[in-house]
């Protein structure tokens, strides 16, 4: 058995350029109102609280259809009719900058900012859309058994955004060159770098493009696989015939 004094001497003498640092889930939901599960005998997908299932925004087929064009690798030519979309943006916030990127002057004054750790915020804002002609009407229950076969459905990909950012992102994040460089390491960040990724905020769209979407995208393919499309619209069809 090694003595803990020896252990602890063998580690890494404490230093400043290794901030401790916490990367934090936020979900927001775009979706404002509340939807008590028994309102419409909906089965949301295990992993989901009562504060995620919220009302969706019905929107017009030209609308989803421009929702969808701005949807990264989403193929027109798979789907006939959308019924429904999720649509969530990424963010990654520095709840105060200023604290945690220390600004120092070095030789020739030359500015650097350096990253002091702190909370970290990795948010995404959930947003649920579903076609009008699928919303639930009073007092019609085929048209609500409609509208919860799609919104079912559309909350497995809820589910993944909330999971991806609460359990995935956070330590897949850490391997990110950049933030490795200098959040981790807590390199010197020259100030127009700076000013690029942080005060712009184009280390939003570097991590998002880098490995969000795509590990987003992996998910929203196994939710979408074509068997499992096929039930729906088969699940769907069926409603619709008997309204
Ligand atoms: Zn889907």
């Given at each position: 058995?090694?003595?803990?004094?020896?252990?602890?001497?063998?580690?890494?003498?404490?230093?400043?350029?290794?901030?401790?640092?916490?990367?934090?889930?936020?979900?927001?939901?775009?979706?404002?109102?509340?939807?008590?599960?028994?309102?419409?005998?909906?089965?949301?997908?295990?992993?989901?609280?009562?504060?995620?299932?919220?009302?969706?925004?019905?929107?017009?087929?030209?609308?989803?259809?421009?929702?969808?064009?701005?949807?990264?690798?989403?193929?027109?030519?798979?789907?006939?009719?959308?019924?429904?979309?999720?649509?969530?943006?990424?963010a990654f916030?520095f709840?105060?900058i200023?604290?945690?990127?220390?600004?120092?002057?070095?030789?020739?004054?030359?500015?650097?900012?350096?990253?002091?750790?702190?909370?970290?915020?990795?948010?995404?804002?959930?947003?649920?859309?579903?076609?009008?002609?699928?919303?639930?009407?009073?007092?019609?229950?085929?048209?609500?058994?409609?509208?919860?076969?799609?919104?079912?459905?559309?909350?497995?990909?809820?589910?993944?955004?909330?999971?991806?950012?609460?359990?995935?992102?956070?330590?897949?994040?850490?391997?990110?060159?950049?933030?490795?460089?200098?959040?981790?390491?807590?390199?010197?960040?020259?100030e127009s770098s700076f000013d690029h990724y942080i005060r712009k905020d184009k280390l939003t769209p570097w991590?998002?493009?880098?490995?969000?979407?795509?590990?987003?995208?992996?998910?929203?393919?196994?939710?979408?696989?074509?068997?499992?499309?096929?039930?729906?619209?088969?699940?769907?069809?069926?409603?619709?015939?008997?309204?």
């Amino acid at each position: 058995m090694t003595p803990f004094s020896a252990r602890s001497n063998a580690m890494p003498p404490p230093s400043t350029n290794t901030p401790a640092y916490t990367i934090k889930s936020r979900i927001i939901h775009a979706n404002k109102v509340v939807i008590p599960t028994q309102r419409y005998d909906l089965k949301p997908p295990r992993g989901l609280v009562a504060d995620d299932l919220r009302m969706p925004n019905f929107v017009k087929p030209q609308e989803m259809m421009a929702l969808l064009t701005d949807t990264p690798n989403y193929n027109p030519s798979r789907l006939a009719i959308t019924h429904g979309l999720v649509k969530t943006e990424f963010a990654f916030v520095f709840p105060a900058i200023d604290e945690q990127w220390r600004r120092a002057a070095g030789p020739q004054n030359r500015i650097t900012r350096q990253f002091q750790g702190g909370d970290v915020f990795a948010q995404a804002t959930i947003a649920v859309h579903v076609l009008h002609a699928d919303r639930p009407l009073e007092k019609n229950k085929l048209s609500e058994k409609l509208f919860v076969v799609i919104w079912e459905h559309e909350l497995l990909h809820v589910l993944d955004d909330i999971e991806i950012m609460r359990d995935w992102l956070p330590e897949k994040v850490r391997d990110d060159e950049w933030v490795k460089k200098y959040m981790t390491e807590a390199r010197e960040l020259d100030e127009s770098s700076f000013d690029h990724y942080i005060r712009k905020d184009k280390l939003t769209p570097w991590l998002r493009d880098g490995f969000w979407q795509e590990e987003r995208n992996r998910r929203a393919a196994i939710r979408d696989a074509p068997a499992r499309y096929a039930e729906l619209n088969e699940a769907i069809a069926n409603i619709r015939s008997r309204m």
